[in-house]
């Protein structure tokens, strides 16, 4: 039995910390990203920075009251990195010298997409000149080796010349990035080359060619990796554009004599205030979430739950901001407006978990902070071997220059025994040791995380789940328990009576029913079973008498004075605690019905059990299919309830779970102890530290359950604690879409995993054979314009692996 409210929610304490949102620009790898979060974390009052790549946004927690937004953002901006404030960003839109970060983005991509237009015309003409004979017929200045130099310098000077400023200042203020790696080794190739032809008597070979290819295939793949970056945030942009922008104020309501279409004036959405009326006509968005007070019509509140059926609404009916006015004119009053409609807070969580790390990216950061430097010597050391003992030790080596990515002849082909000839020591070492700058791509780490979670959560935005970030998605991956509260949510939540029961004793000449004292007592709380017993008696036309001194006890019962008797409902340890016991008669009748799944309580006048009223809760449609699904996931399903233990094996048999996974008699304050020994059951029985457990409940009266599991997961209650304790929200309020939120936070962790090890085996292959390690024996090595293709690729192919995510989406 259960009767009072599962928990009661304590004030929170007045936070010691605040989050400050930071849009950054100029970060182009994970090393820029590394230096952003030092930078941050450096300032005095920074508790923690966590920097995001993919959505270039920086969340910041701080003491409160101890960090200016705008401040920290200038001190990034002096760094090299223009910055500021995300809730500043309106107020500084007319006099910011800092642009728009999607208007900045929009400015890159054109940007980048005219310097490829150069660069691949620098690189076409650059190739067809390489191919000899064949670009001599076509032009014959193609065969001209100023004419190469001329193509190389324009290279430099115009397409290339923002990675070689960009790459300049990060090494001026000691945060070397993929810029700096990639600049050097263009300069240190074209210096070579610029070298070899003002002084032919050295006998070297010029290789023109080889910057302008890097910079060619360099600003190619970064070109596809924005259109990658832009498919992959297109969601949360459409999540972004539900935000109505105008509102239709009517500044005198009459609600007697309400004249629509008159008296209106148009105001922007944000400028709403609390208790304003607002008219919405049919194709309207609904500028804030609010209460109909005038008018009928339908909503699609599909962007919200997922339900493309439009929704029936008329005085009294709430309403959210985004969702689409379709048939009629209605007035509103605002009771949400701003940062608080549950739009808006959906947009700040979205944005928030798109930042949120795994935990497995921290090993991902760990090597970023220090991987240009390690980069830098390790392509010291492949010049320094190859100059002083490789080339001495095989003095056959050698490397082919123009267009060939990779060298292929065995190096006793007449044609490696050539290219001897014209190749000195310094310069194969030389060659090796940019191709090992070029190649190193700490881009791909740097996105391997983000852009997944980007991609995931922006997907789930989409069906209305949303998933509070990549450390959720990295214990979701790892579930073994799924636990999930009785009342509310795997039943409707709508319960009924089904049984009133009164005692011969109690009818005989009272001027009062059972049903009447219960409604009275109930009529001081509120929960589903006061409520189905209070419709009870509204449904029979009973008149409610008046009752004060009212007491409650969650999860155990209420009482209150009802016409001068004290009146008691609840279950039998809260009637036995205020001295009333059950005759074995009485409990008899108890158990029938809770072993019919219904949830009894008794009701004690004067001291005296006088009946009992038995209420019941049916199973959501989906309850069973749902269970059935986690279970063949691999999943451990059991249940939680305050109820009779004969009652919850009544609905777990209905559901097919075993008697050893009900766990009945729960008090609300007790099922985060419960959640508790459950995961350390695990230490025993797992190679883990300990069992990882799901929480299912409503988000309200479970908020301590799911703040102890590992995973909460709440079905939408309407209200911010559901927002705030779960790591899980499921906005539809659907219980299948508990498997539909498991699966897609597998998948896009899946994809986390699989980037990072594509982007660690690039580098931990991709280095050596840019150092020549096959070259001895195979002939194989990478030039550095290969080298700078396969960088290219690396950081494309991370990206368009977390797009590939979207396929799953409608299998959700």
């Known amino acids: 039995m259960q009767l009072a409210p599962k928990n009661q929610l304590t004030p929170e304490p007045a936070p010691t910390s605040e989050k400050i949102i930071l849009d950054v620009g100029g970060m182009k790898c994970a090393g820029c990203v590394s230096a952003v979060e030092r930078q941050l974390t450096q300032y005095p009052g920074v508790k923690s920075a966590c920097v995001n790549l993919a959505t270039e946004v920086a969340v910041v927690e701080s003491e409160t009251g101890a960090v200016d937004p705008q401040t920290l953002a200038q001190r990034l901006t002096s760094a090299g990195f223009p910055s500021q404030p995300r809730q500043a960003r309106e107020k500084l839109a ?70 070689l400023v960009d ?9 070397p990035n993929m810029n700096t790696l990639v600049g050097l080794g263009t300069l240190t190739a074209y210096t070579a080359s610029l070298i070899a032809l003002l002084f032919p008597q050295m006998g070297w070979e010029c290789f023109f060619d080889e910057p302008v290819m890097m910079l060619g295939f360099i600003l190619l793949g970064r070109t596809l990796e924005q259109q990658a970056r832009g498919r992959a945030s297109a969601a949360f942009r459409e999540l972004l554009s539900l935000q109505p922008q105008i509102a239709r104020l009517i500044p005198n309501p009459n609600p007697e004599k309400l004249g629509l279409g008159t008296n209106i004036v148009e105001i922007p959405a944000e400028n709403v205030r609390v208790g304003e009326w607002l008219q919405v ?22 962007m919200l739950t997922g339900e493309a059926v439009p929704v029936i609404k008329q005085p009294g009916d709430l309403v959210a901001a985004g969702t689409l006015n379709e048939s009629g004119a209605i007035a509103i009053i605002a009771t949400r407006t701003g940062s608080d409609t549950t739009l808006a807070q959906i947009v700040t969580l979205v944005e928030t978990a798109q930042t949120r790390k795994a935990p497995v990216q921290k090993l991902a950061d760990t090597v970023a902070g220090y991987f240009t430097y390690g980069v830098l010597t390790a392509s010291v ?107 509310g949510t795997l039943t409707t939540g709508n319960p009924t009576v089904t049984d009133c029961l009164p005692f011969e004793e109690w009818e005989d000449n009272k001027p009062y029913s059972l049903l009447q004292l219960a409604a009275a007592v109930e009529s001081g709380t509120y929960h589903p079973l006061a409520k189905a017993i209070q419709q009870a008696a509204q449904e029979q036309k009973l008149s409610i008498p008046d009752a004060v001194d009212f007491h409650t006890e969650p999860g155990l019962g ?26 074995e008669a009485a409990q008899q009748i108890a158990l029938h019905l809770a072993e019919n799944g219904k949830t009894v309580v008794g009701v004690a006048v ?35 309830s305050g109820d009779r233990l004969e009652a919850a094996h009544a609905i777990a048999k209905q559901l097919g779970l075993d008697s050893a ?47 102890q599991a590992d995973v909460g997961i709440a079905l939408y209650s309407g209200t911010d604690v559901a927002m705030e304790t779960a790591e899980i929200v499921l906005m539809r309020d659907r219980l299948n879409d508990v498997v539909a939120s498991i699966k897609l936070s597998r998948a896009t962790f899946n994809k986390i995993r699989q980037n990072l090890f594509w982007a660690f085996a690039y580098n931990t292959i991709g280095i050596p054979l840019a150092a020549g390690v096959l070259l001895p024996n195979f002939g194989f090595v990478l030039s550095p314009s290969g080298a700078a293709a396969l960088m290219a690729f690396s950081s494309v192919s991370v990206v368009t692996n977390s797009i590939l995510l979207r396929r799953i989406a409608h299998r959700l």
């Open 167 to 175: 790459g300049w200042r990060g090494w001026r203020r000691n945060a």
């Open 606 to 640: 004067g001291g005296n059990l006088a009946g009992l009223i038995a209420v019941e809760d049916p199973l959501r449609p989906d309850a069973e299919a749902t269970v059935n699904q986690l279970r063949e996931m691999g999943l451990r399903v059991m249940l939680l």
């Open 661 to 707: 996974d009900v766990m009945a008699g729960i008090l609300p304050g007790k099922k985060a102890d419960v959640i508790k020994s459950l995961q350390l059951q695990g230490k025993s029985q797992s190679p883990t530290p300990h069992s990882v457990v799901a929480m299912v409940g409503d988000g309200i009266n479970d908020a301590p359950a799911l703040s």
């Open 281 to 302: 006509l049919p194709g309207d968005k609904i500028p804030v979430d609010g209460e109909v007070r005038f008018g009928k019509t339908t909503v699609n509140e599909s």
């Open 381 to 487: 050391l492949t010049f320094v071997f190859w100059f002083f003992f490789g080339t001495h030790i095989w003095n056959d080596v050698s490397m082919s220059g123009g267009m060939d990515m990779m060298s292929h002849a065995p190096l006793s082909s007449p044609e490696a025994m050539e290219r001897v000839s014209t190749h000195s020591p310094l310069l194969t070492s030389l060659k090796l040791a940019i191709a090992v700058m070029v190649v190193a791509c700490p881009c791909a780490l740097g996105l391997a995380t983000p852009t997944a979670i980007l991609v995931g959560t922006a997907i789930g935005a989409e069906r209305g789940l949303l998933i509070k970030g990549g450390d959720v998605l990295e214990r979701v991956h790892e579930l073994d328990t799924v636990v999930f509260d009785k009342t």
């Open 94 to 163: 007319n006099e910011s010298t800092l642009q728009d970060p999607e208007e900045r983005k929009r400015r890159e991509m054109r940007s980048s997409f005219g310097q490829l237009i150069i660069a691949g015309v620098l690189l076409v003409l650059s190739g067809i000149g390489h191919f000899g004979s064949m670009g001599g017929q076509i032009l014959p200045i193609l065969n001209n080796i100023w004419f190469h130099c001329g193509l190389a310098t324009v290279a430099i000077l115009i397409p290339g010349r923002p990675i």
């Open 558 to 583: 209420v009482s209150a004075i009802v016409e001068g008797l004290s009146v008691l409902l609840g279950n039998w340890d809260w009637l036995s605690k205020h001295g009333v016991f059950a005759s």
